[in-house]
């Protein structure tokens, strides 16, 4: 059993997989651990942010190609959390 208030990886994790997999909504996952929403927010945040790094960069050079070969402006494409300046 968790202490009230302990935010350790595994609580991120499993409201994470419950949202992802389940399509539970952040308020059903908020009132299931008892943690507040923009808390529960903050764990999918923190948890997907890595797994969407190593995808952007496994796939980038692929989504690169076929921007060009569309004849697309490779600005259009933006890594995540970066900005990109016009």
């Known amino acids: 059993m968790t202490v009230y208030g302990c935010h350790c990886r595994r609580e991120k994790l499993?409201?994470?997989l419950r949202l992802l997999a389940r399509g539970e909504s952040v308020k059903s996952i908020h009132l299931q651990f008892r943690h507040g929403q923009e808390t529960v927010r903050r764990y999918i945040v923190e948890v997907c942010k890595p797994f969407t790094r190593l995808l952007?960069?496994?796939?980038?050079?692929?989504v690169c190609m076929q921007v060009i070969s569309i004849g697309?402006?490779?600005s259009i494409l933006k890594q995540p959390?970066?900005?990109l300046s016009d």
């Open 81 to 83: 959390g970066s900005k």
């Open 72 to 74: 697309a402006p490779i």
């Open 56 to 62: 952007w960069m496994k796939y980038y050079k692929y």
């Open 14 to 16: 499993a409201a994470t």
